[in-house]
């Protein structure tokens, strides 16, 4: 199993472009989670999805799209770049059967620098 | 709304010696709470969880925590720190969708 793979894994962009981060897992998971990291801010939850076809917003969505057209992809999209989206993105996935008690399982994340 | 608060931002420990990493939770039912290590360029691997069975929690690499509910605390500690324990460790509260971290702790580990 590969678990939780990510793609791109490094991407500079200029102001105002756009682009997909592709996220997949393997484990038949049904909750998929896109996160942000900061330096000294920990990981914050951009947008989440708990089933095929459905996604919320997590703590800090703006600037960003997310779909879910098959239950192993989650595709995080940002529309049009902003150097304050210079970040290092995870993507993790978990199994809806034990609730709170059930482990996330992380990719390797994406370096993503906006100039 | 549950959250958690790392105590230090920063620790430094020689080598051999004990590693405490503190850990306060806000929770208004019983927690889920995790504890990630994230090594230099690296993805965050699970070292424990506490999930209501026991309130001493035994990870991986020596690590272990402790869920006191009168403190509201998760410490982490490991006896004998060793070069490779030096990463970033977050302590993570659940609920049943969504993951909340806390800032982290960076540990330096000196020869």
């Known amino acids: 199993n590969a678990g939780v793979t990510q793609t791109p894994k490094f991407r500079v962009l200029k102001t105002g472009q756009s682009m997909t981060l592709l996220c997949a897992q393997d484990?038949?998971?049904?909750?998929m989670y896109w996160y942000r990291q900061d330096p000294g801010m920990g990981l914050r939850l951009i947008h989440y999805s708990v089933g095929e076809g459905t996604t919320a917003k997590g703590e800090v969505p703006d600037g960003y799209n997310v779909s879910r057209l098959k239950k192993q992809n989650f595709l995080l999209g940002l529309e049009s770049a902003a150097p304050s989206q210079t970040s290092v993105y995870f993507c993790?996935?978990?199994?809806?059967?034990?609730?709170?008690?059930?482990?996330?399982?992380f990719g390797p994340g994406t370096r993503l620098t906006v100039l | 709304a549950q959250s958690v608060t790392q105590l230090d931002s920063h620790v430094s420990v020689s080598e051999g010696t004990p590693v405490l990493l503190r850990c306060n939770y806000s929770s208004s039912y019983s927690p889920s709470l995790f504890w990630y290590v994230q090594h230099p360029n690296k993805g965050l691997q699970l070292l424990l969880k506490y999930t209501s069975a026991a309130t001493l929690v035994k990870g991986i690499n020596g690590f272990e925590a402790e869920f006191k509910k009168s403190e509201t605390s998760f410490h982490l500690t490991k006896p004998s720190a060793h070069m490779s324990d030096a990463a970033e460790y977050f302590c993570v509260v659940s609920d049943t969708y969504k993951l909340s971290f806390g800032a982290g702790t960076t540990v330096t580990v000196r020869a």
């Open positions: 993790a996935s978990k199994s809806r059967f034990s609730g709170r008690t059930d482990t996330q399982y």
């Open positions: 484990m038949n998971h049904e909750y």
